[in-house]
Nanobody, 123 residues
Framework: VQLQASGGGLVQAGGSLRLSCAAS????????MGWFRQAPGKEREFVAG????????YYADFVKGRFTMSSDNAKNTVDLQMNSLKPGDTAVYYC?????????????????WGQGTQVTVSS
């Protein structure tokens, strides 16, 4: 499975961005997709996940109510709509795919990773 993330950029606090992740290759083997982020000097952390059917989404507490993850199976894409962005959301955002776990929230649950896209939120 190959993953290509896009949509990052620079936005002011309170603004919105939409990230997209396109999957290719053996996409039928996926169980879940997720978004993680990594800020400078910090560990990579879980942001949001979705079962590949799109039936279930789950979020880290710090993005609940602000971020929404969705999937389009026909296009093999997952999106992350990010609203009410804060400077603390500044990070490189990575999409990932799990072929083993439907409710995948840890780094170890994921098997494939995209290259990352930078999100910068200015105050």
């Amino acid at each position: 499975v190959q993953l290509q993330a896009s949509g990052g950029g620079l936005v002011q606090a309170g603004g919105s961005l939409r990230l997209s992740c396109a999957a290719s290759g053996r996409t039928s083997s996926r169980a879940a997709m997720g978004w993680f982020r990594q800020a400078p000097g910090k560990e990579r952390e879980f942001v949001a996940g979705i079962t590949w059917s799109g039936a279930t989404t789950y979020y880290a507490d710090f993005v609940k109510g602000r971020f929404t993850m969705s999937s389009d199976n026909a296009k093999n894409t997952v999106d992350l709509q990010m609203n009410s962005l804060k400077p603390g959301d500044t990070a490189v955002y990575y999409c990932a795919a799990s072929i083993r776990t439907y409710y995948a929230q840890s780094l170890a649950d994921y098997d494939y990773w995209g290259q990352g896209t930078q999100v910068t939120v200015s105050s």
